[in-house]
């Protein structure tokens, strides 16, 4: 059963065949993403040495993305390395564009793709400054060139910024989402386009900051996650600012703040001159700041925060949280056959997922209440195939655990996939025992675990016999 | 025993005493922060609302700020309103001023607390915008004149930034630290400090993008929150670009970016006239993109989401959970008195937490995983105390859970106070077995649970008899 998902249904239309010329950072972020949701990936790079530069995001990727979710990722896509540009793009429906930011060089390789791909395939340029119409310049097929700028690492953060001809974006965007991404859509065209006019914002001011010897790159870096960062990760600007307002409003709250542009706290009117005295500056100011780290160890640390993060607003299904349950959902939906009866007389498949690092404790595998964790989510997963789903539990009923004993057999390490069988012992009245076992990918026994739960009344806190379409549902448990 | 804490020392240097001249969004931060932090706060607002406002930050920060750390905050402090500065301030050794941003009323303010404070005290000004020479003109004793500048909320974001004498911002820095916080000393006095500066970049990009149709406030927030925002919580830009720099380091980064600053990226040369249209256009974007939630609820929501955010940074030790860790071990310190022998005959107190919202499942309360959690942490309390502590650790040995078996009793909700007793039922040669009570600060029985654990050598990943000092420690808790 294990294996079960190696010949489930691709999450996203099947039909999307995808390419990438260029592999580096960007490119090669964009190509872990398509491989782990379980699309094969065309690739031209004239690098020698790009195959090894891939494979270094995509080891990143693998340690770090299937942990953001609950269920496994579909089996993991096939990278094919081409030696032209016409062999990458001539069979796919989306080809990415992830070169040098040239704009000569860009319109060229675009030429070339457009020569040999389809015209209804998406030519999507992960540009960060030039817009759709640059790109489009003298183009046959202009409609079909759009922007999809993404953010590092491509494989966690989920904005991918659009524009272009809508019709293209659409179909663009509903694609990226079926990746977990979040499209955002531009109304017009603009050089940069949202996300780097803000950070070129911040950029130019941090750097006059070192230049007039205010500030360091790390007590630059300080004020921000410590402070706005912190903030940033699940609500906006301006969302924050509407609170700051208060129940006054976000009119209230500009009038207040408004002034404050008139005075002279950025330093607008000039741009610091990238002399080699303030290059200089600032390397060594950020060698000092992480110069203890290797840039192999920043990106684990960062991507292993970035997992732990995302996972965090999950509960309160918030911002990068939604796009986790979401697709868990969608995820779920294809690991479990709702049409399957549950019976006592066998076990059915409730987990499936990889671990993240986020579990692991000082021992360096899953802490043993990270088990308890796996098993929750198990009988929760039981309950709602029973009817005890979120529709009958705002109805006011529920179960409660009344006892859980673990059995720790084997450990798990992060990255690894585990699975959960579950069986139902006893389905009396109130009365609910479930029975797990978490075994590896390869078959070890990870752990065993007995559940016993009993059906509440949500608003007496007590517990009670269940109801319909719940009580019908366990009866035919027993009796199958 | 779980009323221990309320006779415990406090946890900072407990001569501070602490006064808040302005009882609004920002002071009332301030007033909890020191409140739950267990210092008693004189206060003065003119304001006859001001006691009513307090108590709703003091309400907000009460159900969020507790449920940061993995041991109990000292008791909470009193407020005490007085009625005039004088009264505030006459004995105070830290003198929080946080009234309206208007120079000459706050310098009128600092006249009058100068006249009736000690010439000892701090006096710390909120400002966002004004330097430290500013509001010390005319003053008579300017070196007791500080700008500490938080961050909304300022029971949970720890930033703040220290402007002013360096032997008065040094000695104010070591208070805050004590109080949770990251002190930011900085180098020369600017307008707007650092971080606003940052702020007031991006602000003004974005009143530009909403001005000219180029996005909606809940697209530029969306570019924040899915994107760099989710970066910023952990690295800050420097940190994060020289990754994106690869091992060719910060100054091939510079070089591949810094041409954009020549760009026409960003609105620099002009500020965007608040006309009542443009301020009617953000006011009504933001309506429409948060107007489902009052501005109670969206306090809640940011809360819980940084309290998530912050916990799941503590694993990598990493910026704020840094500050979390620091602090706990420090709340630890004054929890666990480590001279207490252990003995078999006498259980110990363990844990003493609150527990935080995000721990919640959709039963509305706390799941049935983190009681695992709490019991798997009572257990590393007892480990520690034992001898199993990071130094043999690193030596090669710990021990592993082999089973752990719960019986839930009643169930736990977010913001209670909870406490677990351990005691050492076998401590047999490599064999561990102990036994947890959980219970309410009413002493209502929570869970009880028994975890068998052995002694293992990390290399071999087996069983192995425990090495000293941690065996000479366990013969003692036999024989005792």
């Known amino acids: 059963m294990t294996t079960s998902k190696r010949t489930m249904e691709l999450i996203t239309n099947a039909n999307t065949r995808f390419a990438m010329i260029g592999g580096g950072v960007i490119g090669g972020g964009w190509i872990a993403r398509f491989l782990l949701m379980g699309f094969d990936v065309t690739i031209y790079d004239p690098d020698p040495d790009a195959k090894r530069k891939v ?18 990722l579909p089996q993991e896509g096939t990278a094919l390395f081409c030696h032209s540009i016409k062999d990458a793009v001539s069979n796919a429906t989306w080809i990415g564009e992830s070169t040098p930011e040239r704009l000569n060089l860009k319109q060229s390789i675009l030429k070339e793709i457009q020569i040999h791909c389809s015209k209804d395939a998406i030519i999507a340029s ?3 400054g030039f817009k759709p119409s640059q790109l489009q310049n003298k183009s046959i097929n202009p409609q079909q060139i759009i922007v999809a700028h993404p953010f590092n690492p491509v494989y966690l953060v989920p904005l991918v910024e659009l524009v272009g001809y809508s019709e293209t974006t659409d179909k663009a965007a509903s694609i ?24 070129e914002a911040v950029w130019r001011e941090g750097l006059w900051l070192i230049n007039d010897g205010i500030a360091t ?44 542009l008139k005075w002279p706290w950025t330093k607008l009117m000039d741009v610091p ?67 399957e009866p549950l019976s006592q007389a ?14 692991l404790d000082y021992n360096g595998h899953m802490n043993d209440s990270h088990y308890a964790e796996v098993f929750s989510k198990a009988s929760d997963i039981i309950l709602r195939r029973l009817g005890a ?92």
Chains 1, 2 share one sequence.
């Open 55 to 72: 494979e270094q995001v995509l080891a990143n990727a693998r340690r770090s993305m299937p942990g953001l979710y609950d269920y496994m």
């Open 126 to 128: 992960s540009t960060s």
């Open 176 to 199: 990226l989402s079926k990746l977990g991404m979040h499209p955002l859509v531009l109304r017009k065209e603009i050089d940069a386009h949202i996300a780097d006019r803000l950070l």
């Open 217 to 260: 790159t790390t007590e630059i870096d300080d004020a921000i996650r410590y402070g706005f960062g912190l903030r940033w990760a699940q609500m906006g600007m301006f969302e924050t600012y509407r609170i700051a307002g208060g129940e006054e409003g976000m009119a209230h709250f500009i009038e207040q703040f408004g002034p404050a």
């Open 273 to 339: 001159e990238l002399s080699d005295e303030l290059v200089t500056k600032i390397a060594d100011q950020s060698n000092q700041q992480s110069g203890d780290y290797s840039i192999n160890q920043l990106e684990h640390i960062r991507d292993d925060n970035l997992v732990s993060i995302m996972r965090s607003l999950k509960l309160k299904d918030w911002g990068a949280g939604n796009l986790l349950n979401t697709l868990d959902l969608e995820l779920e939906r294809n690991q479990v056959n709702p049409a």
């Open 346 to 359: 066998k076990d059915v498949l409730t987990i499936n997922r990889v671990i993240p690092s986020s579990w």
């Open 389 to 480: 789903d979120p529709d009958y539990i705002a109805r006011g009923y529920s179960y409660f655990t009344v006892d859980m004993k673990i059995d720790y057999r084997n450990e798990c390490h992060a990255g690894e996939e585990i699975s959960v069988h579950t069986s139902i012992k006893i389905a009396d009245g109130k009365k609910l025992d479930l029975y797990h076992e978490m075994k590896t990918a390869t078959g070890t026994l990870s752990a065993k675990c007995s559940q016993f739960l009993l059906h509440v009344d949500l608003n007496s806190r007590k517990s009670c016999l269940p109801m319909e379409p719940l009580a019908s549902a366990l009866r035919k448990v027993v009796s199958s």
